[in-house]
């Protein structure tokens, strides 16, 4: 039996006339992957670098835009198409640098997504997570006061055993006035609108800050000095009652000083 070789030009003629019957390869697309399709931030990390790449394919990859469902999830780039956030391939990843804001937390376990999109890809999903084993809280007795009036602040923060108890607490009342006592009260000098900031630490070492801002307003009171006389036409060594009318909005009044023009005063409220 003869030995049945082919020739090698012959193979190659016959895998150019494949080609050229089939066509190139067809073009899959830009597949966008991520280095993790969880972040998760556990109890104390602040930041995770996110990278995403292209696959090797022939198109080109347009501007990669990151969004997200919860305001707490802070992607530090590619935020808007003006980033231009490209990938050449695997050798040539974009960095996100991912930032949570823990003062935006919930108690316990908090999740939310990473929405990545680029045009002509299919977008990609990224879950984040974030526990919460102390949280920074708290509320005011009266959120508007007259001035004069002092502010009482009630602290609200929580804690599981595994953050510890809490045993410093750091109030910073937006005048430049700070208190650490746990439950304060503070009178500013000035009307105004003022931001509150509270921060807590335990005996383990965790801290949480939390910032309300415009939380106190405090207004200037409306004074109105008034009175009324029970008579404005007597004889002498006739008895007139006054009455005092006066009023400063938010504010009570400690104490008056009556004048009657003839030497005689008085600090009663009708004399």
Known sequence: MKNMRT??????????????????????????????????????????????????????????????????????NCLDIADQCTSRGPTNPIRIPVQIDRGKLAFGLNK???????????????????????????????RTVGLGQPVELLDMSIGTEDAGE?????WEFGDGAISTRQNPSHLYSEAGIYDITLTITTDKGYSRKVVKPAYIQVKKPANIVDFAASETNVYVNDYITFNDLSSIEDTPILARAWNFGDGNTSTATAP
């Open 7 to 76: 020739p090698l030009s012959a193979v190659i003629v016959a895998a150019l006339l494949g080609i050229g019957l089939l066509g190139c390869p067809p073009d899959v697309g830009v597949h966008l992957l991520v280095s993790s399709d969880t972040l998760d931030f556990g109890l104390n990390r602040d930041e995770i670098v996110l990278r995403v790449h292209k696959t090797f394919t022939g198109g080109a990859m347009e501007p990669l835009v990151v969004r997200t469902d919860q305001d707490w999830i802070l992607p530090q």
């Open 112 to 142: 939310g997504n990473l929405y990545l999109t680029a045009r002509g890809s299919s977008e990609v999903v990224v879950t984040v997570l974030a526990d919460e084993v102390l949280h920074a809280d708290f509320r005011a007795k009266a």
């Open 166 to 170: 809490i045993e410093a607490w750091l």
